[in-house]
């Protein structure tokens, strides 16, 4: 069972308005280069130049966020769940 | 434009609408104004005949169709600080108090009146946010004034006084299992998936210029002049950031004349992730999971943080925390020296300036001011062991000479 990603708000246009988009990878970062594919514009608009997470966009898996956890090397299991939001909020 | 949402990043302009990222690149979208023109339009002696509220900088702070509201929002308070001066031997000490902001007792009156406002124009008739406390007894209170429905999403182990002012409003307060930062990442979804106006997400831009007010009556209250420093507590960074913005706007219209104020932060030991990029002296913010009683500083992913330390390090000013203990110590001598009574946030903005001053971060003698953001009755239990050794007598005057006789020294100063 692959990964599903739900990109939110200004974010979505990256996967082209798509609601969900499934995806089979070991991690988090794999699961971007494989979007990458679909979506030519997706790296560069959510990664920095040093690869890393651009610093105003969250991911959580399963509602935690990967910054918590392995940034991008976050391993992903069947079924997970994956949010790409905005940082913007808050405070 | 004379107004615009412009992209802080690549420069992109749009007119005002509820967003908070830019189009183009995901960076946050700031709010700009024609400066040349307010500047050749606005003078002190004309913001001196305005109601007392934040709203006299009206030309400074978002449109508001119908113009600007007329609740006494602000204009709080600066207090020449001798007592607590002299304790700290710092002869030119004052104090921004928002302890006592209408209509909530913290700074988020200054945000929610500016939120709230824009909500109406947009035509949202629901509101909410995310809370660490504060803002969620000033989204009760102001949108039960305007009579909008609002949702208030908390944590659920915030103090019981800010939990139970915000429940008594015409609101809907949610407990969510988590922490801030979870409530955060939820109302960040409501916002994209339900048709709300959150004060602190989509409406962002405009809550966040309600802080800027903090800077402009500091400065006008000085007699329009900036001080030589502030300090101020950190959660999300925004209000350090825009009383920085605040400073800089008036020296490009002209209501004071140009000069650096250094700005420090101040933030709780159990959630300094600021305060620790700022130490750091590098680029990239580490997230924290916060852990400390001061629950209104309690943001362990802070939105602004980037932009907090840039305001902080390009001032000349500097960053620190302060345990659970000082913060909850400086409470009290505030309260002992000046007779103002704050929150814990308040506390850790009093620890941090003692301890910049220890550190030789800060001029003894320089004009300075601390911004005091939360009233103390909303975590009156932080202080409640100051409760507990209070004498108990019978109601005979022969009862009361007693005690004053035993307590002579203490009781000296006020028989």
Partial sequence: ?91 | MSQALTCNTCGERTELKPDTVCPSCFNPLEITYDYDTIGGQLDAEQIAGRSASMWRYAELLPEVNGGAPDTPVGWTPLIRARRLGKALNMPNLYIKNDAVNFPSLSFKDRVVSVALAKAVDFGFRTVGCASTGNLANALGAQATMLGLRSVILIPHDLEQQKISASACYNTQVVKVNGTYDDVNRLCTELTYRENMGIVNVNLRPFYSEGSKTVGFEIAEQLGWRLPDQVVVPMAGGSLISKVGKAFGELVQVGLVREKQAAIFGAQATGCAPIAALVKSRGEELTPVKPDTVVKSLSIGAPADGHRAARTIRSSGGWAEDVSDEEAVAAISLLAETEGIFTEAAGGVTVAVTQKLLKLGKLDQEAVTVICITGNGLKTADLVAHRTERLPVIEPKYSSYTTLVNQKETAYAGTV
Avoid: C
């Fill in chain 1, 1 to 91: 069972m692959p990964a599903r990603f739900e990109f939110l708000g200004p974010l979505k246009q990256l996967v082209e308005g798509q609601d969900v988009v499934e995806v089979e990878a070991t991690s988090v970062g794999g699961a971007l280069e494989e979007l990458q594919q679909r979506y030519s514009e997706l790296s560069k608009r959510l990664l920095a130049e040093d690869g890393t997470l651009h610093r105003h966009i969250n991911i959580f898996v399963n509602e935690e966020d990967i910054r918590f956890r392995e940034n991008l090397q976050t391993a992903l299991t069947a079924g997970d769940q994956i949010t790409v939001i905005s940082a913007i909020a808050g405070g």
